[in-house]
């Protein structure tokens, strides 16, 4: 009887210990690690709540996962400088990475998946999150949390982020020094929402199908450059909303099928500057806008509407319009008159989005040939008075050709020298 219950305790031992170890004390392998040392991760699962106040490095492998409930955060970063995490994968938290108080904080080739909210970073500095993925749950924004939420923090940087179903994709408050690049979002409230911060640069970001691609309030010095705002259309839909804005420069994105692309109220000293505004329902909106602003050298194609104000001054000149049908005899790229954006029934449509079966009916073609009409005399409001007759992409492609064509002749005539220098040796 007793060597049958040994036999059985050693089988049982011999099964339980490889499930065992899927299963490791995170914790006490952070704790043994020496100060500006660096931890080794093993493929398997970690489950609990982690802390680190130190600095070290924490590198995962392939299929390295943290785990952790519903109801805590996974992993706590306080009160230190120069940590870093790589290659892990956090599931299941209310928050996946809480940060406050740290200095030097590097994070790439992340993986966040279920769990209300993805990172907070709170007076933090020095930080670069890179390459990272962040899934959010199903259900209605107001049950979400954000990608990412900085608050209180100086020079950051995110790169390369791809977030999807969150409240707002990178929530932005008082902060200054920071650049988001290359980051993808998609199907949240928000992609970006700035709040009380200064020296911002979004850059070559990509939004789709959220309520709004980026949402700017209160905040001063800030470049979105070359970004795609794409599909924005919502009831609420916005590819941009600039309240209460100063020194916003809005140059080279493209804003296609959104409801509204760019929506600027109470805006101050800034610009609008080579961005392409294409089959939006209404491409710039202006209320209560400075007269300093201004929308030049932009694209406006197969929009409903192209420009709407409540009468604010902003300076509008040099942007192409698909719909000015006006001539250049000097042939100098400008029109000879005025552009007046003054849509009447554009401006319904966007209002009532069922007019658009009307496009093109007799009374609407009547009613656009009295808006002409209407607008020749019209001198305060939405005036470009030197419409460019060329859209920028429609310049800059013959330049490219006329580029390579040079190159190939100047090729073509030292080639032909050379033959004839060899000819004439002969």
Sequence with gaps: ??????????????????????????????????AGGELQLQDG????????????????????????????????IENSNDVTLENLQLKTAKTGIAVKKVNHLYMSGLKLTSMYSGVQLNYAEDVEIAETIIQGIDGHYSKKGNGVAAFNSKRLQMNGLQINQVQDGLYIENVSQIELQNNVIRNSRYGI?????????????KFNKNVTGIMLMMTKNTDLQRNEINEQNGLNG??????????????????????????AQKLQRSTMKENRFQMNQSAVELIRSNAENSVIENDFIGNIVNLR??????????????????????????????????????????????????VESPSVVLL?????????????????????MMSLQSVEQPQKRNIGKIVIGIAIVLSGLWLWRREAAI
């Design 238 to 263: 916005f590819g941009v909303v600039l309240f209460d804005g100063q020194n916003i420069d809005v140059e080279g994105n493209v804003f296609q099928s959104n409801r509204t692309a760019i929506s």
């Design 1 to 34: 009887m007793v060597k049958k219950w040994l036999l059985l305790s050693t089988l049982f031992l011999l099964v339980a210990l490889p499930a065992k170890a899927e299963t490791m004390d995170l914790q006490q392998l952070i704790d043994a690690t020496p």
């Design 309 to 358: 104000s409540d009468g604010s001054e902003t300076t509008i000149q040099h942007n192409y319009y698909d719909d000015y049908d006006g001539i250049d005899v000097d042939d100098d790229g400008i029109g000879d008159c005025s552009y007046v954006a003054l849509q009447s029934f554009g401006q319904w449509m966007v209002r009532q989005p069922a007019y658009q079966y009307f």
């Design 368 to 388: 656009n040939e009295m808006d002409k009409q209407t607008n020749a005399i019209e001198t305060d409001q939405l005036v470009d008075e030197k419409p460019r």
């Design 45 to 76: 699962i970690y489950k609990g709540s982690f802390r680190i106040n130190k600095p070290i490095k924490v590198i995962g492998s392939k299929n390295t996962i943290l785990q952790g409930t519903a109801k805590e955060t996974l992993l706590q």
């Design 193 to 205: 929402h700035f709040m009380y911060t200064e020296n911002a640069k979004a850059i070559e970001n």
